[in-house]
């Protein structure tokens, strides 16, 4: 991700950088934590047969 190299840096030279930084770096971090988990369960849940039938509507259309 270029967000966690890249925004820390632009404020690195801001007044209260070391709180901005760590800001910035919390912000990342939601998304990185909570977004494996529903995907784990659609893994759990759609087996590999199943995945073509349900995806052939939508390449279809695309």
């Known amino acids: 991700m270029d967000v966690d190299v890249g925004a820390?840096?632009?404020v690195?030279?801001?007044p209260y950088a070391a709180t901005l930084t760590?800001?910035?770096r919390?912000?990342?971090l939601?998304?990185?934590l909570f977004l494996p988990l529903p995907e784990g369960g659609l893994a759990a849940?759609?087996?590999r047969?199943?995945?073509p039938l349900?995806?052939?509507p939508v390449t279809a259309t695309g």
Do not use: N, Y
Request: proline letters at 12%; zero cysteines.
């Open 30 to 32: 939601p998304p990185v």
């Open 45 to 47: 849940a759609v087996t």
């Open 49 to 51: 047969t199943s995945l």
């Open 8 to 10: 820390p840096w632009m």
């Open 26 to 28: 919390l912000a990342s």
């Open 54 to 56: 349900w995806l052939s």
């Open 22 to 24: 760590s800001a910035v």
């Open 12 to 14: 690195v030279h801001q």
